[in-house]
T-cell receptor
Framework: QKEVEQNSGPLSVPEGAIASLNCTYS??????FFWYRQYSGKSPELIMS????GDKEDGRFTAQLNKASQYVSLLIRDSQPSDSATYLC?????????????FGTGTRLQVTL | EAGVVQSPRYKIIEKKQPVAFWCNPI?????LYWYRQNLGQGPELLIR????????DSQLPKDRFSAERLKGVDSTLKIQPAELGDSAVYLC?????????????????FGEGSWLTVV
């Protein structure tokens, strides 16, 4: 298994619906996660992070972590066309004195009118 | 505060030619990363620097890729000779000391990327 895995999509949801983006991970990564959003032709930007089991909410975004099942998800409520982007799940891997981020392949989200 | 600056933004070269990318990280960030992102894929780490020391270069194809970070600030990534499969976006990123961590609140910040097309 790759360290961090995502379904590449595209995931298509209508405007106003809830988009659910999922990520699974191996035992080799740190059990804390970052979600990045990447618009087409742009660089990734941080949305939110999570390290505790359960839910973490930030505006329309909710990150969920289930360590027993080794998955992390990102829910986007009231999806807007401006949410159309690729969402990358990333986990820190500590090597030496510092960490690097290992990314999944990303899930492309399309919010339709 | 200025973000991570990269140049050039776009480069088209013929195969077997050399190419170089330059990165200026966020001021004060000790850690610098070069990632490569292929179309439809997530970023993959090529090399990581702590100050001027390369501490993780296991994914760097050393037969044709080289990198340096003189004086622990700016960095350059070079490919010589380029191959068709090197077409990708080369992302430079930086973070404060220790790298990304939920506990410290640090994350990594990306530049806009250098888009390479090898023809």
């Amino acid at each position: 298994q790759k360290e961090v895995e995502q379904n590449s999509g595209p995931l298509s949801v209508p405007e106003g619906a809830i988009a659910s983006l999922n990520c699974t991970y191996s035992d080799r990564v740190s059990q804390s996660f970052f979600w990045y959003r990447q618009y087409s032709g742009k660089s990734p930007e941080l949305i939110m992070s999570i390290y505790s089991n359960g839910d973490k909410e930030d505006g329309r975004f909710t990150a969920q972590l289930n360590k027993a099942s080794q998955y992390v998800s990102l829910l986007i409520r009231d999806s807007q066309p401006s949410d159309s982007a690729t969402y990358l799940c990333a986990a820190p891997e500590r090597t030496g004195t510092a960490s690097k981020l290992t990314f999944g392949t990303g899930t492309r989200l399309q919010v339709t009118l | 505060e200025a973000g991570v600056v990269q140049s050039p933004r776009y480069k088209i070269i013929e195969k077997k030619q050399p190419v170089a990318f330059w990165c200026n990280p966020i001021s004060g960030h000790n850690t610098l990363y070069w990632y490569r992102q292929n179309l439809g894929q997530g970023p993959e780490l090529l090399i990581r620097y702590e100050n001027e020391e390369a501490v993780d270069d296991s994914q760097l194809p050393k037969d044709r890729f080289s990198a340096e970070r003189l004086k622990g600030v700016d960095s350059t990534l070079k490919i010589q000779p380029a191959e068709l499969g090197d077409s990708a976006v080369y992302l430079c990123a930086s973070s404060p000391w220790g790298g990304p961590s939920i506990y410290s609140g640090n994350t990594i910040y990306f530049g806009e990327g250098s888009w390479l097309t090898v023809v």
